[in-house]
């Protein structure tokens, strides 16, 4: 691909791996400094419980063998990081003997549907503000205006979220309360399933396009504005071309690519606040279960989403980086040296 | 932007040091009308918390103390809860506790941002590079889950404890604005010419490139408070983080777990939302005035 050789590639890609690295890293370590050693009065605790639990003693036993207490740290770091590396973490604690990965897989695609479209909704409207307020052109009306989309902007995603939910769905009962799909209807790609699953999402989408949208129309202004004085703009506007034209395929096209670095750097944000997005609306995704699993003191499912939480990111961060060069044609990764 | 003075200060030659500094920074309060209004937004609800933690008893915070349920009254000016905490009794320590919490957090955060980013961007070298890539790592890796796992773990943590944890996670972003700002002002004259009267690197770092980073480190503590706020009510609304002790991010735990919002009982989460709003308005108010003397081509952009 042009602008990418192999020595930048191959970094990104380590970038990746030392990512899910540090992530385990700190999933194993973090238990075991905690003070007054938490494993070993989970599996007590456990040991007393299971007394009464049909399949109690193999679960209890389950749990000592995946954390291998009798063998040495660095054999347990070890294994630890194996299973990591195979999508295998172990099995829940709540809901014995199931698979965490298959407590967590059903909920990734909830997750990935509407932190992705809420975040690309964002990025396209916050783009398109943006650049409609920094344009000589706008109407003053319109001006005045569209800073009313970035209200939302003070607060953390969740709690606007908790006051749409407050307005439209307890209040004014428009909008489903909790969930992600209306179980009345069958699970099967049709008009009225699409439909329950679009009503359902409007909410927690809203509440996360609308708390960012400021911040990126903000931004994209101030890089537009940037854009005013340089020689191609100049040169676009001698040549007589629109000014529309020269908004949307010189300014905005120039602008376009910081903001998608941008991007890169505020996903762990994101993440991290639709997370608590989906537990106001009780949203099946990853946080949802996470919140489940801590009210249940599930570690095994805390530990496996929080890790695959770290990854996503780690891997929308990586493919930003790879296409970055091709979105923006002035940065080469190539070596200076190689031509 | 000053460095050492050379001559010491006789006590009227201080005195007018003293004035001076005060001039500016009324001056620069006047200027920045935005960064004042942030400031007086957030130093009304300190003093809201600190006066009335004086006035009010904080007994009446106490589960059971009063009636469950109760719409506000003259008495309960913001109701009770549905443990029978006077909720006004509780945002007003509330609101101390997550300001400490946020401030602690944002001083642990760019003071070990600062030391990481001055020193490697100083000295460069296989540290400097293992620290910058580690705070590359550290800043895809969402804050939040990492906070979860801890706390998790560590049920029965203190408010300060808790503001340290959450400051180790939040020094990434400051290291490495400083650590930028600190190899670009590393190549300027005035570094050289102190190295030539013979100072050590020390002193030069301290003396000649850490009082030109002082809107930087100033952007990156309002950046480090915000962020910090922001993580440690995200985790106490889970129902992690301090137990025992009123914050705002615990209220709004209580009230979600208990349904506040489909019972109609919105002076349980309505205060601490639009306490959390202000606080929010305030720094964000703060941080997008600073950019300007932190991020000079931004021009009239805001915060990234």
């Given at each position: 691909m042009r602008g990418l050789d192999l020595r930048y590639f191959m970094r990104r890609i380590g970038m990746f791996f030392l990512v899910i690295f540090v992530a385990a890293t700190f999933n194993f370590f973090i238990p075991r400094l905690a003070p007054g050693n938490p494993i070993g009065a989970i599996t007590s605790r456990m040991a007393n419980a299971s007394a009464g639990i049909e399949n109690g003693q193999a679960m209890f036993e389950a749990y000592r063998k995946r954390f291998g207490l009798d063998e040495p740290i660095y054999i347990q770091y070890a294994k630890y990081m194996w299973n990591t590396v195979r999508f295998d973490f172990g099995q829940s604690l709540s809901a014995y003997p199931a698979d965490v990965w298959e407590i967590i897989r059903p909920a990734i695609g909830w997750s990935i549907g509407l932190i992705g479209v809420s975040v690309l909704l964002t990025f396209m409207l916050g783009i398109t503000i943006g650049a409609v307020l920094a344009w000589k052109g706008t109407p003053q009306i319109v001006k005045a205006l569209l800073p009313i989309t970035m209200i939302g902007g003070?607060?953390?995603?969740?709690?606007?979220?908790?006051?749409?939910?407050?307005?439209?769905?307890?209040t004014t009962k428009l909008l489903p309360m909790s969930g992600a799909y209306d179980s009345a209807i069958p699970k099967e790609l049709s008009g009225p399933y699409i439909g329950t699953v679009v009503r359902?999402?409007?909410?927690?989408?809203?509440?996360i396009i609308l708390t960012s949208l400021g911040t990126w129309a903000l931004t994209m202004r101030g890089l537009i504005v940037n854009t005013i004085g340089d020689d191609y703009m100049l040169l676009a506007d001698a040549k007589g071309l629109p000014k529309r034209r020269i908004l949307w395929w010189y300014s905005v096209r120039n602008a376009i690519p910081p903001q998608v670095m941008h991007l890169a750097i505020a996903l762990g944000y994101v993440v991290s606040g639709a997370i608590l997005v989906e537990i106001v609306f009780s949203y099946p995704g990853l946080g949802y279960q996470l919140y489940m699993a801590i009210v249940n003191s599930d570690y095994t499912v805390i530990q496996g989403i929080t890790l695959i939480l770290a990854m996503s990111v780690g891997l929308c961060v990586l493919i930003i980086d790879l296409v970055y060069p091709r979105l923006d044609p002035r940065v080469t990764y190539v070596a200076e040296n190689s031509g | 932007m000053q460095t050492a003075t050379l001559s010491t200060p006789t006590s009227t030659q201080s005195g007018s040091i003293i004035l001076g500094t005060v001039r500016r920074t009324i001056a620069f309060f006047r200027e920045n009308r935005m960064f004042t209004s942030g400031v007086v937004l957030l130093l009304a609800l300190l003093l809201f918390g600190l006066i009335g933690s004086k006035l009010i008893s904080p007994k009446k915070a106490d589960l059971g103390a009063n009636p469950l349920n109760l719409s506000p009254t003259w008495e309960h000016p913001l109701g009770t809860d549905g443990f029978g905490r006077d909720m006004l009794a509780v945002m007003v320590i509330a609101i101390p506790n997550t300001f400490k919490i946020g401030f602690l957090a944002g001083a642990v955060g760019v003071l070990i941002g600062t030391l990481i980013g001055l020193f490697g961007g100083y000295y460069k070298g296989v540290a400097d590079s293992i620290f910058s890539s580690f705070a590359d790592v550290m800043l895809v890796i969402p804050t939040l889950a990492i906070l979860i796992t801890v706390s998790a773990y560590v049920r029965v943590v203190t408010v300060e404890i808790m503001a340290v944890i959450v400051g180790l996670l939040a020094w990434p972003l400051p290291a490495r604005v400083i650590r930028s700002q600190t190899l670009s002002l590393r190549e300027r004259l005035f570094v050289e010419v102190a190295k030539l009267s013979g100072s050590s690197d020390f002193e030069i770092i301290i003396l000649q490139i850490l009082p030109n980073l002082t809107a930087y480190l100033a952007a990156a503590f309002v950046g480090a408070v915000s962020s910090g706020i922001l993580a440690s009510v995200g985790v106490e609304v889970l129902g992690l983080g301090p137990q025992n002790v009123p914050t705002l991010g615990r209220t709004l735990y209580y009230a979600f777990n208990r349904a506040a919002l489909f019972r109609g009982m919105w002076w349980w989460w309505g205060?601490?939302?639009?306490?959390?709003?202000?606080?929010?308005?305030g720094l964000f108010q703060m941080s997008v005035s600073l950019d300007k003397y932190a991020n000079p081509r931004l021009k009239g952009a805001a915060r990234s």
């Amino acid at each position: 691909m042009r602008g990418l050789d192999l020595r930048y590639f191959m970094r990104r890609i380590g970038m990746f791996f030392l990512v899910i690295f540090v992530a385990a890293t700190f999933n194993f370590f973090i238990p075991r400094l905690a003070p007054g050693n938490p494993i070993g009065a989970i599996t007590s605790r456990m040991a007393n419980a299971s007394a009464g639990i049909e399949n109690g003693q193999a679960m209890f036993e389950a749990y000592r063998k995946r954390f291998g207490l009798d063998e040495p740290i660095y054999i347990q770091y070890a294994k630890y990081m194996w299973n990591t590396v195979r999508f295998d973490f172990g099995q829940s604690l709540s809901a014995y003997p199931a698979d965490v990965w298959e407590i967590i897989r059903p909920a990734i695609g909830w997750s990935i549907g509407l932190i992705g479209v809420s975040v690309l909704l964002t990025f396209m409207l916050g783009i398109t503000i943006g650049a409609v307020l920094a344009w000589k052109g706008t109407p003053q009306i319109v001006k005045a205006l569209l800073p009313i989309t970035m209200i939302g902007g003070v607060l953390p995603y969740y709690l606007l979220g908790m006051l749409l939910l407050y307005l439209f769905a307890f209040t004014t009962k428009l909008l489903p309360m909790s969930g992600a799909y209306d179980s009345a209807i069958p699970k099967e790609l049709s008009g009225p399933y699409i439909g329950t699953v679009v009503r359902h999402a409007l909410l927690p989408a809203l509440s996360i396009i609308l708390t960012s949208l400021g911040t990126w129309a903000l931004t994209m202004r101030g890089l537009i504005v940037n854009t005013i004085g340089d020689d191609y703009m100049l040169l676009a506007d001698a040549k007589g071309l629109p000014k529309r034209r020269i908004l949307w395929w010189y300014s905005v096209r120039n602008a376009i690519p910081p903001q998608v670095m941008h991007l890169a750097i505020a996903l762990g944000y994101v993440v991290s606040g639709a997370i608590l997005v989906e537990i106001v609306f009780s949203y099946p995704g990853l946080g949802y279960q996470l919140y489940m699993a801590i009210v249940n003191s599930d570690y095994t499912v805390i530990q496996g989403i929080t890790l695959i939480l770290a990854m996503s990111v780690g891997l929308c961060v990586l493919i930003i980086d790879l296409v970055y060069p091709r979105l923006d044609p002035r940065v080469t990764y190539v070596a200076e040296n190689s031509g | 932007m000053q460095t050492a003075t050379l001559s010491t200060p006789t006590s009227t030659q201080s005195g007018s040091i003293i004035l001076g500094t005060v001039r500016r920074t009324i001056a620069f309060f006047r200027e920045n009308r935005m960064f004042t209004s942030g400031v007086v937004l957030l130093l009304a609800l300190l003093l809201f918390g600190l006066i009335g933690s004086k006035l009010i008893s904080p007994k009446k915070a106490d589960l059971g103390a009063n009636p469950l349920n109760l719409s506000p009254t003259w008495e309960h000016p913001l109701g009770t809860d549905g443990f029978g905490r006077d909720m006004l009794a509780v945002m007003v320590i509330a609101i101390p506790n997550t300001f400490k919490i946020g401030f602690l957090a944002g001083a642990v955060g760019v003071l070990i941002g600062t030391l990481i980013g001055l020193f490697g961007g100083y000295y460069k070298g296989v540290a400097d590079s293992i620290f910058s890539s580690f705070a590359d790592v550290m800043l895809v890796i969402p804050t939040l889950a990492i906070l979860i796992t801890v706390s998790a773990y560590v049920r029965v943590v203190t408010v300060e404890i808790m503001a340290v944890i959450v400051g180790l996670l939040a020094w990434p972003l400051p290291a490495r604005v400083i650590r930028s700002q600190t190899l670009s002002l590393r190549e300027r004259l005035f570094v050289e010419v102190a190295k030539l009267s013979g100072s050590s690197d020390f002193e030069i770092i301290i003396l000649q490139i850490l009082p030109n980073l002082t809107a930087y480190l100033a952007a990156a503590f309002v950046g480090a408070v915000s962020s910090g706020i922001l993580a440690s009510v995200g985790v106490e609304v889970l129902g992690l983080g301090p137990q025992n002790v009123p914050t705002l991010g615990r209220t709004l735990y209580y009230a979600f777990n208990r349904a506040a919002l489909f019972r109609g009982m919105w002076w349980w989460w309505g205060p601490p939302v639009v306490t959390l709003a202000i606080i929010f308005a305030g720094l964000f108010q703060m941080s997008v005035s600073l950019d300007k003397y932190a991020n000079p081509r931004l021009k009239g952009a805001a915060r990234s």
